[in-house]
């Protein structure tokens, strides 16, 4: 097993571009998570999918976030534009619908100079 | 909104002193996990508590979910160097979990 798998690990990007992260769930979760994490907030949801369905999208900052799941193995989180306070780790975690207790991904550390 | 509180948020001790670490909020909470997260990398679950009043035990480590399911401790028996990182509890509701600010645990050799 895998696990949740992210990319990139590392984003460095210049304000106004767009940015897509990636995430492959482990197979057979049909709950997939994005969350941010800042010193300054913590680790937030942005939005939840199950079974490929966006559930839960109040967390989102705004309409510069949106964030796709096409399939059962893949999910995208977009910015677009990028600013610099969107600078964060955002991760991917994912479930077995249902179940409590999620598998996170290692994460991809954004920096928008 | 749920929050969730974590206390105390620094904690720095010796090797093989015991501590606890607590969880706390007004809200009830279906289920509540602990995770431990290292630098570079997500949270990783340690354990689920879902009845209220249970213990439940991972080797060193024993955690309680309160009675009225709303607080939880997570204690460390002869912490070790192994045990740094950061603590996080995370009460799960609706379907989705809401995450504490975390306890950093520095264990020194």
């Known amino acids: 097993d895998a696990g949740v798998i992210q990319s990139p690990r590392h984003e460095v990007t210049e304000m106004g571009q767009e940015v897509t992260l990636r995430c492959k769930p482990i197979s057979g979760h049909n709950s997939l998570f994005w969350y941010r994490q800042t010193m300054m907030r913590g680790l937030e949801l942005l939005i939840y999918?199950?079974?490929?369905?966006?559930?839960?999208d109040s967390g989102m900052p705004e309409d510069r976030f949106s964030a796709k799941m096409p399939n059962a193995s893949f999910s995208t989180l977009k910015i677009q534009p990028s600013e610099p306070r969107d600078s964060a780790v955002y991760f991917c975690?994912?479930?077995?619908?249902?179940?409590?207790?999620?598998?996170f991904g290692s994460g991809t550390r954004l920096t928008v100079v | 909104t749920q929050l969730l509180e974590q206390s105390p948020q620094f904690l720095s001790i010796q090797e093989g002193e015991n501590l606890t670490v607590y969880c706390n909020s007004s809200?009830?909470?279906?289920?509540l996990q602990w995770y431990r997260q290292e630098p570079g990398e997500g949270p990783v679950l340690l354990v689920t508590?879902?009845?209220?009043?249970e213990v439940k035990k991972l080797k060193r480590l024993t955690f309680q979910f309160g009675d009225a399911r709303k607080d939880s401790s997570l204690h460390i028996t002869a912490a070790q160097p192994g045990d740094t990182g950061l603590y996080l509890c995370?009460?799960?509701?609706?379907?989705?979990?809401?995450f504490g600010d975390g306890t950093t645990l520095t264990v020194k050799p």
């Open positions: 999918f199950n079974n490929n369905v966006p559930i839960d």
């Open positions: 995370a009460g799960d509701h609706a379907g989705k979990s809401t």
């Open positions: 809200s009830v909470f279906s289920s």
């Open positions: 508590v879902v009845t209220g009043g």
């Open positions: 975690a994912s479930s077995p619908q249902g179940a409590v207790g999620y598998t």
